[in-house]
């Protein structure tokens, strides 16, 4: 795998005989956190809703340590095994399965986007939001688990807006699947949150989803199809 995005290099190697995967931050990251952090307060001021920017910098280190993917195993929210960990690069177990984005369209998933739908009602039930939770931030094992990566930008907050983020970045990135299965897999995803949050959901999810999936999408006829649709969530 060699993976090319705005924050990191992402290659697979071996360590200690074992596929891992070594990201590598490069000189794009600080404009990309600056941008993100940009993007939140101006979305959260214009939705009336003023929010504290996401913390950035060491918070992102000690989000991806060890001891904070301990504690994350101990709400009951699985991650990759960590390696390796320091500003410039991360090393960790190698998912095989790839990321959730993927499975969307060759197989049904309903089950996994349930799955990502309860990890973020637990999080949000033990008072911290992903800011990030794009469907390409959960990767599933041969066991048909799915796990979550990428949890440099987790925050402590309980605000619904920060919540509603998380569901409308959720939502937004699988707006650009088939109508049928973007259907499906967002109704599976709510019903899994909803299952942790007895029945609660971010009141700003769905405008949100709206104002993100322009940044997230890769097929803008089938996000106007879903956007329009009132028979999806
Ligand atoms: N441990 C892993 N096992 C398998 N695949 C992985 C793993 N970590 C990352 N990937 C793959 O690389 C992609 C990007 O990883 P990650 O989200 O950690 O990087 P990023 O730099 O934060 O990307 P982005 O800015 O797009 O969120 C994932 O969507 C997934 O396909
Ligand atoms: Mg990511």
Known sequence: MYF?????????????????????????????????????????????????????????????????????????????????????????????????????????????????????????KNGFVFIDNKCQNFVVNKDKEVIRIDLGFIQKSQSLFAQSIDVGSFLASILDLKPQIYTNAAKEFLAGYREITHNQIPYLSIILRNILALGFVYSHSNMIKNMINRRTP
Do not use: M
Request: proline content about 3%; aromatic content about 14%; charged content about 25%.
């Open 4 to 124: 090319i995005n705005w924050e990191r290099n992402i290659t697979t190697n071996l360590f200690e005989r074992n596929k891992v995967v070594v990201k590598k931050t490069k000189s794009f990251t600080n404009l990309r956190h600056f941008l993100l952090i940009f993007c939140f307060t101006l979305i959260s001021i214009f939705s009336g809703n003023p929010a504290c920017p996401p913390e950035i910098g060491q918070r992102i280190v000690e989000n991806e340590s060890f001891e904070f993917r301990k504690k994350l195993k101990l709400i009951g929210i699985n991650t990759p095994k960590l390696y390796s960990i320091s500003y410039e690069e991360i090393i960790e177990e190698y998912i095989k399965g790839g990321n959730l984005y993927f499975y969307f369209h060759k197989e049904k998933a309903k089950d996994l986007a349930f799955q990502a739908g309860r990890i973020t009602g637990i999080l949000h």
